[in-house]
């Protein structure tokens, strides 16, 4: 297989899957969660996130062609933990129980977690902004939540500088995908502890690259007899 540069080094299927935590699959959609975004970095420092993949899926189509369209999500793994933390602790369970008691208003259509991302304009074009959302809704059957995964035209809010939706289109791309509650809470679980692994194993470089600054200081004050211990 050639070099696709979606997958950035990965040249086969087999390098490209052992990126991936978890997947779930039913004959028509996918789910895959992966750590391609833990090393992420910005000029602040580190920006990790948790990457989750939503597809459509065919399963008549040939192997390597089944997937008919994509969206990726792109989580700051903060905001991934305190999602997890959502889901194992019994907190989306209690909402989802007191919406079912209150009166049908709008807020309870609401979803009860909601991530904006998307591509920001290339070249200043307004053209290329693409836009794309993941919401965990309600579910359909026994399942008590779903993800719905969308992308299309976006913009640039002018006031967060967050890319949104543009106003008066309609996304171009939607997966739906039912979460039954077990699959959810494996996809929590998993996505936590390999979160929580990599925080613990980032914590050590930067423990190590402060030790080395806070030497490199001591030796440059002593040599100038100016350090106190």
Request: charged share 25%.
């Amino acid at each position: 297989m050639s070099n696709n540069t979606s997958w950035g080094q990965a040249t086969s299927y087999r390098e490209m899957n052992m990126r991936n935590i978890y997947k779930y699959t039913t004959r028509e959609r996918m789910l895959v969660m992966s750590m391609d975004a833990f090393d992420f970095y910005t000029k602040d420092g580190p920006a990790p996130k948790m990457k989750i993949t939503c597809s459509n899926y065919d399963v008549k189509r040939t192997e390597g062609a089944r997937i008919t369209d994509s969206v990726d999500a792109y989580i700051p793994l903060p905001k991934f933990l305190v999602l997890a933390h959502d889901i194992e602790a019994g907190v989306l369970a209690r909402k989802k129980m007191a919406r079912g008691d209150a009166p049908q208003t709008g807020a309870v259509n609401e979803p009860y977690f909601c991530h904006f991302g998307g591509t920001f304009p290339k070249n200043g074009d307004p053209s290329t902004c693409v836009s794309r959302r993941l919401t965990l809704v309600e579910g359909l059957g026994s399942a008590s939540f779903a993800f719905v995964a969308t992308a299309g035209p976006g913009e640039v809010d002018q006031k967060t500088g967050l890319i949104v939706p543009k106003a008066g289109t309609k996304p171009t791309v939607s997966v739906f995908i039912n979460m039954p509650d077990d699959k959810l809470k494996e996809l929590s679980i998993i996505g936590r502890i390999y979160a929580e692994q990599f925080i613990g194993l980032l914590l050590q470089e930067q423990l190590k690259s402060v030790r080395q600054q806070r030497e490199a200081y001591r030796e440059s004050r002593a040599s100038d007899g100016g350090y106190e211990a």
